[in-house]
Each structure stands twice: as C-alpha cells, then as structure tokens.
C-alpha cells in the first residue's frame, strides 16, 4: 500500500511541475479542441486519418514533402471536414535536418500537441537517405524516431493522456530480424524486405516507448491498417506492383484503427500494444525487448537524440 501511494504522490507532483503551455490540457477548457499531427497526411490513409480527425473537431496539422501537394490536401481535408482548422509543415523524413525543422516550426507555435500520428512512409524504394540509411528504415523508422524524440517533451507537456500512433503493418511478421549493418546500405531491387524490417522497427519502437515513457503522461499503439491502396508502394517495379494491389481496402478503411487508437477512450492508458483492425493482436515473436532496446540504442546514436 505504501508503494502505491508513493507512486501516486510521484505522479501527483510530475503533473503540478509539469510546464504550462498556452492552451495545453492544464490549463484550457475541458471541451477545447485537441491538435494532432499527422506525417504524410497529403495522400492515402495519412489524408483520410487527417479528415476524419479534423472532423471530429480536432486542429490538425498534417507533414509532406512537397509544399504544393501539401497546400492541395489542406484545402482536401478542410472542405472534406467542414472545418478550417488544417495546417501544412514542410517535412522529408529521409532528411534528419528537415525532420529537426519541421519539429521546430511546430514548437515555434507554442501550442500544446496531443496526438502525434507516425503515418507516412515508402514501399518499394531502393536506395538511401540523405544521411546515408537505407531508404525504408531511414524513412519509415529513424525519420520519425528522431520526430518523436524531439517532439516527447511537447507531447508531455500537453498532457495527461497524449499519444503517439505508429502506422506499422502485418508485413512486418515477414522480418527475420535486423541486420543493422545493412541498414546503412541500400536495399534489394523491389524493397520489400527492407519494408518488413522498417514495419518491424515501427513495432519495436511502439514497445521501447511504452518501457521509457510513463502511459500516464504518454501513451504509444502500433497499428497495422490492413492492405491498402494507397500510394506507398507506387515505385514498386510493374510486374509486382498490380500483384501486391489486388483485394486492397480502401484508404478510409485503413484509416480507421489510426484513427481508433488517436481518439477512442477505449484505449487510454494502453501503451506499448499492437493493433489490427482496432484489436489488440500479438506481434511477431521477432519483436522481443532485447531487440527493441538495441533498436533504440542504434537509432539514438545514429540521430543523436534519445
């Protein structure tokens, strides 16, 4: 009993000394609109998650590569909502110097972020980052690795009760595992190896975040969206890509457990679990503490952050 009212006291004084934003969840009016972030919410299921988020009245920035493109999806998302409150942040996750930029433009805004969604990503794109990672890991997992470290203290800030959601997939029972040596060279000719060592990062991550982040503070979900036609795998070469995009859902489908795990109430406090089609499901036996941890060892060398 004295453990447990120790606990209570520690979280007690974490949440008097935690920092007050403007409009952070301390001090602003129980109904005032959350703010969610969605990476590569111009297209796919990044869109359709950034729409159905802003309809349900949150303030929704969403991050892209091409500023033209970005434009183009806030007008999307805004008339497809019927809300005004979209945002556009600059943002190529295969460049550690954008993701700290984009990170910053955000916390310039002294605004507080409750929901941080890690969507976007690329599928059958060999090559490297501009840091010298292969492009799915560098893309998929190290960009926003290096996001949600420099946006955590934010996140906490804003508080009790923020989340980060970690768009994995099922390809990711495909890993054998991570040979970390050949992530800092580019990949086979159709990628999908990689993928499924990226998504299994995704997972990982998901894991390492639930050890080292108090749920009460900050909670983390790895979803799989189902198998969808999205534009992810849109350089897949051509004898394999109409392969892979047969019986595909549709990308408001495979927005949903995202969106599920970003607003439900059902899942407060939950961190650390995998999801498929807004359930709990068991993740690859590949996905084992010690690998999750040796994950985040290379990934806070590697970014110089964590």
Request: aromatic content about 6%; charged content about 20%; hydrophobic content about 40%.
């Amino acid at each position: 009993m004295a453990k447990v009212y120790a606990n209570r006291i520690h979280i007690r004084e974490r949440e008097v000394n935690r920092p007050r934003l403007r409009g952070s969840a301390d001090n602003e009016p129980v109904n005032s609109p959350r703010t969610f972030l969605v990476t590569g919410g111009n297209t796919g299921i990044g869109r359709a998650t950034a729409i159905a988020l802003a309809a349900d009245g949150g303030r929704v920035y969403i991050a892209c590569r091409s500023a033209a493109a970005g434009e183009a999806a806030v007008a999307a998302i805004k008339a497809a909502s019927g809300s005004d409150a979209a945002w556009l942040l600059p943002l190529d996750l295969a460049s550690l110097a954008s993701v700290r930029s984009c990170a910053e433009s955000l916390l310039q805004r002294d605004e507080p972020l409750h929901v941080l969604v890690n969507n976007a990503g690329v599928g059958g794109q060999p090559g490297v980052t501009a840091d010298g990672f292969e492009m799915h890991f560098g893309t998929n997992h190290l960009g926003h690795f290096a996001l949600t470290q420099l946006l955590l203290e934010r996140l906490r800030a804003s508080g009790p009760g923020a989340r980060i959601v970690n768009v994995a997939s099922r390809s990711h029972y495909d890993a054998p595992g991570i040979d970390f040596d050949a992530l800092r060279r580019r990949g086979s000719f159709t990628g999908l190896r990689e993928y499924a060592v990226s998504k299994l990062c995704n997972v990982l991550f998901t894991q390492e975040l639930a050890r080292r982040v108090d749920p009460a503070d900050v909670s983390a979900y790895a979803v799989h969206p189902g198998v969808v036609a999205s534009d992810i795998f849109r350089r897949v070469p051509w004898p394999v890509r109409p392969i892979i995009k047969r019986r595909m859902l549709t990308t408001e489908q495979g927005a949903k457990t995202s969106v599920y795990c970003a607003l439900s109430p059902a899942v407060a406090g939950e961190s650390g679990l995998y999801y498929d089609n807004c359930r709990v499901t068991e993740p690859s036996k590949v996905a084992t503490p010690e690998l999750a941890g040796l994950l985040w060892k290379h990934s806070a060398e590697w970014t110089g952050l964590g």
